[in-house]
């Protein structure tokens, strides 16, 4: 029963910066993959940034540069920090666990605008 805690979603100004933080409960250690998802409305849920178990990265094209995604394994919190966000980043952000089938949490809202 693991149980995946987002928080950190607000509305910002376009180029602000948001940090959004996974807490991961009903484990002691976290060996799986990692990643963040956003959803738009009436679009498909869309993986954005990813970490493996040891630190290795991944990250869709139109984040790169911009967002970084990270953990720290003692306190299982995974972590998205995203810089010079735009409008099109607004969504609604899940930490997800690569499991089969995938693990989401609830989710938590990041809105870009002016």
């Known amino acids: 029963q693991v149980l995946l805690l987002e928080s950190g979603g607000d509305l910002v100004q376009p180029g602000g910066s948001l940090r959004l933080s996974c807490e991961v409960r009903?484990?002691?250690?976290?060996?799986?993959?990692m990643g963040w998802y956003r959803q738009a409305p009436g679009k498909q849920r869309q993986l954005v940034a990813s970490?493996?178990?040891?630190?290795?990265?991944d990250y869709v094209n139109s984040v790169k540069g911009r967002f970084t995604i990270s953990r720290d394994n003692s306190k299982n919190v995974v972590t998205l920090q995203m810089n010079s966000l735009k409008p099109e980043d607004t969504a609604v952000y899940y930490c997800?666990?690569?499991?089969?089938?995938?693990?989401w949490g609830q989710g938590t809202q990041v809105t870009v605008s002016s």
């Open positions: 997800g666990l690569f499991t089969s089938p995938p693990v």
């Open positions: 009903g484990i002691v250690y976290n060996p799986w993959n």
């Open positions: 970490i493996s178990r040891d630190g290795t990265t």
